[in-house]
Every structure is written in structure tokens, then in C-alpha cells.
């Protein structure tokens, strides 16, 4: 086989890596903001869809956060004992996990709100850039 057939190979060629790089270092940009909010960047998403949702099951919370219950479990758990969140069987169906956002969890969302701003200061990207990454990461996801 001629040696460019195999260039499809090659890490800088490669649409996944830079993704995975990128993702890393974002993640590792929250950091700081989010260690003065005791929250790691996957609890710091997880609080994001309960300020919305206040309620929700695990499963839901996991399709929406594309995480599986062997992910969440030891998350929540961690959460509740913070007293951010509750965790409680269904009254309809035993066999759910209802997740519910206790008032200190809806109250950290006042210094949360900050950190978009300061993440954004971090990141080499036009406002407009920013725009569109998202739309086309949202586009790949769906």
C-alpha cells in the first residue's frame, strides 16, 4: 500500500482529537471558577439542568447530560451530601430516582451566574465564533 493511504491515520488529520483536546482544556479552564463554587465541571453541568428543570429523574438527567447511571450515581450521591441536591424513589414507579435541586443548590446559582462570563475571557474566540462552534457541536450531538 502506498505510505498516503495510511494518512487517515494521522492525529492532526483526525476530527475527534482536537474535539477531545479542546474539551479537556475548557474543562480545565472552569477550574478555578469552579472550585470557588465546591463543584467539579460535571456536578457545575448537573446543577445547570437542575436550576432549570428543579426536578427530574436520573434517567432523564443522564439523557441530557449524555452520562449513565454508573457516572451519576456517585455524582448525586456526592451532591447530596453537600445539600445541593435530594434524591427520592418514585411515588408512580419505585423503580426511579427522582433528583431534586434543594434551595442551598438553587441559591449557589447567584455566583454561578458569573461563571459563562469569566469562561468566556479564558477562550481565543469571537463572541460570533463562540455562536457558531456551538451551533455546530449542537448539530454533531443531535
Not at 35 to 62: C, H, P, R
Not at 76 to 101: A, H, N, P, W, Y
Request: hydrophobic share 40%; charged share 30%; net charge neutral.
Amino acid at each position: 500500500m502506498r505510505e498516503d493511504t495510511y494518512d487517515v491515520l494521522r492525529i492532526k488529520n483526525q476530527l475527534c482529537f482536537p474535539l477531545y483536546a479542546c474539551a479537556r482544556e475548557v474543562i480545565k479552564q472552569y477550574k478555578p471558577f469552579l472550585d470557588s463554587l465546591d463543584l467539579t465541571y460535571t456536578q457545575y453541568i448537573t446543577m445547570m439542568v437542575l436550576w432549570e428543570e428543579k426536578s427530574l429523574t436520573v434517567k432523564e438527567l443522564g439523557d441530557i447530560l449524555y452520562l449513565d447511571s454508573g457516572t451519576l450515581t456517585p455524582l448525586l450521591k456526592k451532591m447530596e451530601t453537600k445539600g445541593l441536591i435530594t434524591r427520592k424513589r418514585s411515588m408512580q414507579d419505585e423503580r426511579s430516582l427522582i433528583v431534586s435541586i434543594t434551595q442551598k443548590g438553587d441559591a449557589l446559582k447567584e455566583k454561578a451566574v458569573e461563571v459563562p462570563a469569566k469562561l468566556a475571557q479564558t477562550l481565543k474566540l469571537t463572541p460570533d465564533e463562540c455562536v457558531q462552534l456551538h451551533g455546530l457541536l449542537n448539530k454533531m450531538l443531535d
